[in-house]
């Protein structure tokens, strides 16, 4: 075949089944095309009980939960938040939009997300941060037991970055119900989409009440339009949350596609030394939202040259998250790396690492061509 004939194999797109379409159009017959209607209560009761989070806000997006996250949980002018490094920008942006001070914590190599030795040492500089955003990495649940145990030490809540981690699981419950807030998206190329939203989810009622006055302007209880504080307009539509509706009723199926998606990887790479996998965390079962691999230091095949010799055959790959600590926009926070070597954790595995084609539509025959080109570059 043609290189340009080459069928267009995807990091992770979009999955539909045709429920989505049946409650968008129940929307539509209804006319309740707002931001408000059965289907955004359905969806939350429906998040709630899949998840067992408590309660449940549908909004615009996994960002705008997170802002209104810190927000809940007082961040303002000033306040220090400790956060991943290792994350995409959206974990740490709404802590800048509130004026406070993110302060980036390095991964540990066993889940690659937020290390505790690391954190531990944030709060001996730091003993009072107002909030530790916890992200769960491609899926993969964090040490939420040292985490956790940390941040009740010193008596600061957790608000959990879930944005990549729906269905993913630790201890036996769902990531998202352990920080005092959870959070998650439902962007175009997460686990379900609703095209674009999020979720903010408590086991407090009150918060997640205040959470909804909060996303629709802050309107105070009365017949004519009163303001007694600054809101937002960041409440999920209830057209979009139709479609979360139909593609949440599909979400174990994609859990199943995802994790033979990561098997079928671990397979073909296992006789390879030079390639690792993403680790999973023993204490649970990752959502495996995107596969990754790590090349070995010193390897003369680069994530360059596989992300290259795939674009080459009409295939998409990502680079790991850049860190926080590395962007130009966040050059001037402090970092707290999980020990003194360097490149930091984090750091390497971003230089090393890859993230491979996730796409759940994938068949055996793409995944062979896939595995064929990464396995040809080190000719094997
Ligand atoms: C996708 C993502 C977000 C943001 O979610 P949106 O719905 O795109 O706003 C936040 N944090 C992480 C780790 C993400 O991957």
Redesign the pocket.
Known sequence: MENSAKKRIYLSSPTMHGEEQRFVAEAFDTNWVAPLGPNVNQFETEIAAYTGCGYAAALS????A?HLGLKLLGVGEGDIVFVSSL??S??CNPIVYEKAVPVLIDSEPDTWNMSPQALERAFEKYPHPKAVVV?HLYGTPAKLDEIMQICERHNVPILE?A??SLGSTYDGKYTGTFGRIGVF???GN?IITTS???MLVSKEEALVKEARVLSTQARDPARHYQHSKIGYNYRMSNVVAGIGRGQLMHLDEHLRLKRAIYQRYQEAFADMDEIAMNPMNPKGDANNWLSCITIEKNSKVTPDRIMDALEAENIESRPIWKPMHLQPVFAACEFFGHNEKEPSVSEDIFNRGVCLPSDIKNTDADMERVIGIVRGLFHR
């Open positions: 997006a996994g960002t705008a997170i994350t995409f959206a974990s992200v970055d944005a990549e998206s439902f962007n997460k674009g939203g999020g």
